[in-house]
């Protein structure tokens, strides 16, 4: 670890303490991530090595770089591509005012970007929100922290035993459907998407489970076997009074042009099979028309 | 992760030339005859897959044999990279299946209940000793290293894919008879594979439509595949040495009485630091 001079603490991340920190030879200003290996008998954590061992084969611009992993002294740190700040940072920087919308557009692109790379390489992020996704100094945007989310359910509580956000999950996650596919990465980048334009005012801030999926249903509608068949034998699947649809989207999302909500509403869509894939999504013609 | 072969790290970086590995291994080689290295990999194969099972949690096969390849190819590649007498073997085997249990998420192998497993599955082996109930920081710091020299290259490609889709491609021509014992042969040449180079020699495909001829020819059923076979576009001169590769090893292992031969194999190898420095 003699390599580098760190600088500042960033943060608190899922399994330990991030650092800004100074490459000594050759200058360069890198993030560290401490690993924690408070559980003797587990080893390396194994969000830790599952974010290694997808950041060693990931390499796209819009997905955050794992530079080296250090092991010195029973420690493990991990050395990223430090980014100047992420989206919340950026949303609470903003102050309320507007952010351009080419600015909205091209986040929204660079996010479906990376998730497209990481899709199409069977790699599913699962666990995306404004505070996982980072931005450097010109605004490119990049995918980071693949290590909380986990194939088989995803955990409550990180390391810090802050709960996990639920704001960005899709309904049928929130229903207890354990077989995730890129569909879960779609919905939450819908989420993000309409709280961009927004200005960080998140589009789904329910309190649990059961407020996050009456939001949902209150906006979309509830769902029924008819547009989702069998969404009654999820697992935790609760029968909610029938809601339709009654605030239209230009008053949710009052920045984002008719072609913007079209899309939208295509990613927000409560059954993961009628729900737009990334590849559909970066056609969309929000990103190629010339607005006005 | 299922992924792209062609841009993995495996690709990049762990597939090689056949020169290559007797350059790496040229420490050992000094100790050891080739014949007797190629012993002493089946014989931590074995080892690995017997970690992996007797201290596996119970789950289906399918999975516990992705824990069992990886952890095999995670014990190849570090001793492509080291020697024997830098790091203890024994060790690196038990932090290859810790490690893989966690990478493949096939939930969580308890280190203690890992170390407490090696007497029963060492029984194979009568004469072999090998004790870690001291040394549970040796085993902490080896999946370090491990993870350090293999540099974090642990999505490991494996054959059972490509096999998949060869065999149903097979199945299209209805006239073979009895697919599925075919395809549990050829699953079971994959799995053998584990016990020779080929992993770190061939991608993925070359060793399953090799395990293919290779499994239908130990059935006396060359002819099923006569017809399908020249139809693929593969580099065959690939294939060929792989197939070559994997009589090779089966020769090998059925001379291998493991129970008497070991220990002298065993006893050869150069003493190291049960702790492992920094590599």
């Not at chain 2, 490509?162 to 050829?186: N, V």
């Not at chain 2, 294939?239 to 194999?265: A, S």
Request: hydrophobic share 40%.
């Amino acid at each position: 670890m003699q390599k580098y001079d760190k600088l500042d603490k960033i943060g608190e991340g899922t399994y330990g303490m991030v650092f800004k920190a100074r490459n000594k030879e050759t200058g360069e200003i890198v993030a560290l991530k401490r690993v924690r290996l408070d559980d003797d008998d587990e080893g390396v954590p194994s969000s830790a090595l599952r974010e290694i061992c997808l950041l060693r084969e990931l390499k796209h611009p819009n997905v955050v770089r794992l530079f080296d992993v250090v092991h010195s002294e029973g420690k493990l740190t991990l050395v990223f591509e430090f980014c100047e700040q992420d989206l919340k940072k950026f949303f609470d920087s903003m102050n309320l005012q507007p952010i351009e919308p080419s600015l909205v557009r091209s986040l929204m692109q660079q996010l479906l970007k990376g998730l497209y790379y990481c899709h199409s390489r069977h790699v599913l992020h699962r666990d995306l929100k404004p505070q996982n996704l980072l931005l450097d100094s010109s605004m490119q945007l990049k995918l980071a922290d693949f290590g909380l989310a986990r194939a088989f359910g995803v955990p409550v509580r990180c390391y810090s035993a802050e709960v996990v956000t639920l704001w960005y999950r899709p309904p049928d996650v929130l229903f207890g459907a354990k077989l995730y596919n890129c569909s879960i990465d779609m919905w939450s980048a819908g989420c993000i998407f309409a709280e961009i334009s927004n200005v960080g005012r998140p589009l789904f801030p329910g309190s649990d489970v059961d407020d996050q999926l009456k939001r949902i249903f209150k906006q979309l509608g509830t769902p029924n076997e008819d547009n989702w068949p069998a969404v009654s034998t999820l697992p935790d699947y609760k029968p909610f009074p029938t809601m339709h649809p009654s605030i239209s989207w230009s008053q949710i999302v009052p920045n984002l042009s008719s072609l913007g909500r079209d899309l939208l509403q295509k990613l927000l869509v409560c059954n993961p099979a009628g729900r737009m894939d990334s590849e559909s999504a970066l056609k969309h013609p929000y990103f190629s028309a010339i607005e006005n | 992760m299922a992924g792209n072969f062609w841009m993995s790290s495996q690709y990049d970086q762990w597939v090689f030339e056949r020169q290559d590995l007797l350059r790496f291994r040229f420490e050992d080689l000094k100790i050891y005859s080739e014949e007797e290295y190629q012993k002493l990999m089946i014989f931590w194969a074995n080892f690995i897959q017997s970690l992996a099972t007797e201290g596996g949690n119970s789950s289906s096969t399918k999975t516990r044999m992705q824990v069992i390849a990886s952890a095999i190819i995670y014990f190849k590649r570090f001793y492509a990279r080291r020697s024997f007498k830098e790091v203890d073997p024994f060790l690196i085997a038990c932090a290859s299946v810790f490690l893989a249990s966690k990478v493949e998420e096939h939930g969580l192998l308890s280190m203690s209940k890992l170390i407490q497993n090696i007497p029963n599955c060492l029984k194979r082996w009568p004469s072999v000793i090998f004790d870690l109930s001291s040394k549970n920081n040796g085993l902490y710091d080896a999946e370090f290293i491990l993870v350090e020299v293999m540099d974090c290259c642990l999505i490991v490609y494996h054959p059972y894919r490509p096999l998949t889709s060869f065999i149903q491609d097979l199945a299209k021509d209805t006239t073979i008879k009895d697919i599925d014992q075919i395809e549990a042969q050829c699953w079971k040449v994959a799995n053998d594979s584990l016990r020779s180079d080929c992993a770190l020699l061939f991608p993925p495909h070359v060793i399953a439509l090799s395990s293919i001829i290779v499994g239908v020819e130990l059935m006396g059923r060359e002819k099923d595949i006569k017809a399908w076979l020249p139809e693929l576009s593969v580099d065959f001169e690939k294939v060929t040495d792989c197939v070559n590769t994997l009589f090779t090893m089966y020769k090998l292992w059925k001379t291998f009485d493991e129970r008497d031969q070991i220990k002298p194999l065993l006893d050869k190898m150069p003493r190291v630091n049960s702790v492992p420095s920094q590599c």
